[in-house]
């Protein structure tokens, strides 16, 4: 079987232990749940006349690798432009909260709506990317297939990385285009991290994507750089592609610590 993130179990998901982050083998990586509260947002009513221009999810404390649950509202109705929210709890109370600002499709000037395409090779020519394997089993990092067109996954300094999931988000369900983003997106300070992982944490509260085109296909690129500044904050900031165009951009504000 291909791997899932999530497992649907009555008003809630199971996580899998395909979602564990590499921080501790307790805790999720990030991207997952952001792309399961997108989801969310999404099947509000409408869902399919809207696209998202904007998400932002704000990761109030680790979640962990268990039983979750995700509520989504309408906060701003509107017929052009709309406002969701949603809400992730389990274990320990509510665990993330995200925002998206929704725009309703409508065609764009063929002259201002030209295509950018990723100046570095794409992932049908380069070979799969280094095992990243932090608890010797099922992880987020073993649930994605990573090819590299610049720089080195596990080497300090900008990279550019192409990822795409190998299963699904849930169990038995086709991930849609924004979900397959958050999933990878997240990824951008590990991807450019600065600092060795043996011996520091670059870990963000929150992540905000951008985007200005729809993304087409099963891969998704990070072209990514981590800054650092001296008093333990950093920012992971990422411009991202699909195999056509660029789509968009992704920050993460970091705590960088020693371990």
């Given at each position: 079987?291909?791997?899932?993130?999530?497992?649907?179990?009555?008003?809630?998901f199971e996580s899998t232990d395909w979602t564990r982050g590499p921080w501790d083998p307790?805790?999720?990586?990030?991207?997952?749940?952001?792309?399961?509260?997108?989801?969310?947002?999404?099947?509000?009513?409408?869902?399919?006349?809207?696209?998202?221009?904007?998400?932002?999810?704000?990761?109030?404390?680790?979640?962990?690798?268990?039983?979750?649950?995700?509520?989504?509202?309408?906060?701003?109705?509107?017929?052009?432009?709309?406002?969701?929210?949603?809400?992730?709890?389990?274990?320990?109370?509510?665990?993330?909260?995200?925002?998206?600002?929704?725009?309703?499709?409508?065609?764009?000037?063929?002259?201002?709506?030209?295509?950018?395409?990723?100046?570095?090779?794409?992932?049908?020519?380069?070979?799969?990317?280094?095992?990243?394997?932090?608890?010797?089993?099922?992880?987020?990092?073993?649930?994605?297939?990573w090819r590299e067109a610049r720089g080195s996954f596990m080497a300090a300094g900008p990279?550019?990385?192409?990822?795409?999931?190998?299963?699904?988000?849930?169990?038995?369900?086709?991930?849609?285009?924004?979900?397959?983003v958050l999933v990878a997106a997240d990824s951008g300070n590990g991807i450019s991290m600065?600092?060795?992982?043996?011996?520091?944490?670059?870990?963000?509260?929150?992540?905000?994507?951008?985007?200005?085109?729809?993304?087409?296909?099963?891969?998704?690129?990070?072209?990514?750089?981590?800054?650092?500044?001296?008093?333990?904050?950093?920012?992971?900031?990422?411009?991202?592609?699909?195999?056509?165009?660029?789509?968009?951009?992704?920050?993460?504000?970091?705590?960088?610590?020693?371990?």
């Amino acid at each position: 079987m291909p791997p899932s993130f999530y497992v649907p179990d009555g008003d809630g998901f199971e996580s899998t232990d395909w979602t564990r982050g590499p921080w501790d083998p307790r805790f999720q990586h990030a991207g997952p749940p952001a792309a399961l509260m997108a989801r969310a947002i999404e099947r509000l009513d409408g869902g399919e006349e809207f696209t998202v221009s904007r998400f932002t999810v704000e990761l109030l404390r680790s979640i962990p690798v268990g039983r979750l649950t995700v509520a989504a509202v309408m906060a701003r109705p509107g017929k052009r432009v709309q406002l969701a929210e949603a809400t992730m709890s389990g274990e320990g109370g509510v665990l993330a909260v995200a925002r998206a600002w929704r725009i309703r499709r409508e065609p764009t000037p063929a002259e201002a709506s030209q295509p950018e395409p990723p100046p570095f090779p794409g992932p049908e020519v380069l070979a799969p990317g280094p095992a990243f394997d932090p608890w010797k089993g099922p992880s987020y990092f073993s649930a994605v297939e990573w090819r590299e067109a610049r720089g080195s996954f596990m080497a300090a300094g900008p990279a550019t990385t192409w990822m795409r999931m190998r299963g699904v988000l849930v169990e038995d369900e086709a991930p849609s285009p924004i979900t397959r983003v958050l999933v990878a997106a997240d990824s951008g300070n590990g991807i450019s991290m600065e600092l060795p992982l043996e011996t520091h944490v670059f870990i963000n509260m929150e992540l905000t994507v951008h985007l200005f085109a729809e993304p087409i296909g099963e891969w998704v690129c990070l072209d990514a750089r981590t800054r650092i500044g001296s008093e333990g904050i950093g920012l992971a900031s990422s411009v991202l592609y699909d195999t056509r165009r660029r789509i968009g951009l992704g920050n993460q504000s970091l705590l960088v610590r020693p371990r």
